[in-house]
């Protein structure tokens, strides 16, 4: 009797996929749609996770973008704290499709965000990313000066990426009520003030994200032709809900739908993959592993396993380098996350 689930590769079945793998093997998850080298000029961005995805590649020796290189004369001591390589360019976090797609159009001049500088304590902060400048700047004037730097930077590494490796982190967000503009972290947290005449919550559907990420690609198509993506989902639990949900049901509805939205946008398009870290992480074959005690934080070990994976598949790590490099030790205490800062405000 013939089936169309006869001889099957061993993946395809849960027994032998997933039961009989050995516990913390991550088997034969990510099949990879298309080459990635050593020559591959490699674009990051995302949310908090994609930050040790981003140390990997580069410990890897893969030429992973620099668009706003540390100055000369800045101590490697502060890199972190003010942004530096932490992602291609001074972004910060961007933990929503939205964000992505609202910065790419506000690089090449379609879109000027609303409520562009925060203060506090007499500083000013820019609000698109308000972590980069820790201590705040002089004026307004200097965050627009220092934001246009930013946006040319956006603009050169969008035209040199060969790959764009996006990790979608979250669905919430908030929202400029008049104009739509969204901001990385809520107005409150690390500068500005909570208004609810000006902001609101907003939770994206699973059509949302496809379509915000799907109008990124076609900016990026028509800027760099050639240019391909792969895409990831981050496997960090949410640290805060405002939609009055439980936060693990809240947690769960979000990386249900950024799963789902990498899902469509590999079938759809030929030029995106997607990497399979999430599943790594969360598996039921690690057994919680890959957590740290408060269940949230991926430790050292997961990182290194889901990235050991990934240059595997594309045989980069072939050559006496690790697959995790050596900053790719420490823990998320490493990892510069505007999302982990709500725990504060918990009661």
């Not at 104009?179 to 990385?184: E, H, I, L």
Request: net charge negative.
């Amino acid at each position: 009797m013939s089936s169309p689930y006869s001889d099957l590769p061993k993946r395809a079945y849960w027994r032998s996929g997933v039961a009989e793998r050995a516990p913390l093997d991550p088997g034969d998850l990510y099949q990879p749609r298309f080459e990635v080298g050593m020559s591959t000029r490699v674009a990051t961005a995302g949310s908090c996770f994609a930050q040790h995805v981003g140390r990997a590649l580069r410990g890897a020796g893969l030429d992973v973008i620099d668009a706003e290189p540390l100055p000369v004369g800045i101590p490697d001591s502060v890199a972190t704290g003010f942004g530096y390589r932490l992602y291609s360019a001074r972004y910060g976090n961007i933990y929503t499709a939205r964000q992505l797609l609202q910065l790419v159009r506000e690089a090449e001049g379609s879109f000027t965000p609303a409520d562009p500088v925060w203060t506090k304590d007499g500083r000013h902060f820019d609000a698109q990313r308000p972590s980069v400048e820790p201590d705040g700047l002089d004026s307004p004037e200097a965050v627009q000066a220092h934001r246009a730097g930013h946006l040319a930077a956006i603009r050169s590494l969008l035209r040199q990426a060969d790959l764009f490796v996006f990790t979608f982190g979250l669905t919430e967000c908030w929202m400029h009520r008049d104009s739509g503009t969204v901001f990385p972290t809520a107005p409150g947290t690390i500068a500005g003030t909570y208004d609810p005449e000006h902001y609101v919550f907003k939770n994206f559907d699973a059509i949302e994200v496809l379509e915000d990420f799907e109008a990124f690609r076609t900016i990026a198509k028509s800027i760099n032709p050639d240019m391909r993506f792969l895409v990831t989902v981050s496997p960090v639990p949410l640290t805060a809900t405002a939609t009055g949900q439980h936060v693990e049901v809240a947690t769960t509805y979000s990386k249900s739908v950024l799963r789902a939205v990498a899902g469509m946008l590999y079938a759809r398009h030929e030029d995106i993959d997607y990497f399979a870290s999430y599943e790594v992480i969360t598996s039921l074959n690690t057994r919680g592993a890959y957590y740290d005690a408060n269940q949230r934080n991926v430790n050292a070990r997961g990182v290194a396993t889901a990235m050991q994976m990934f240059l595997g598949a594309h045989n980069l790590d072939g050559t006496g380098r690790t697959g995790a490099p050596r900053s790719q030790s420490a823990n998320a205490a490493d990892v510069v996350c505007e999302d982990a800062l709500l725990e504060a405000f918990a009661q």
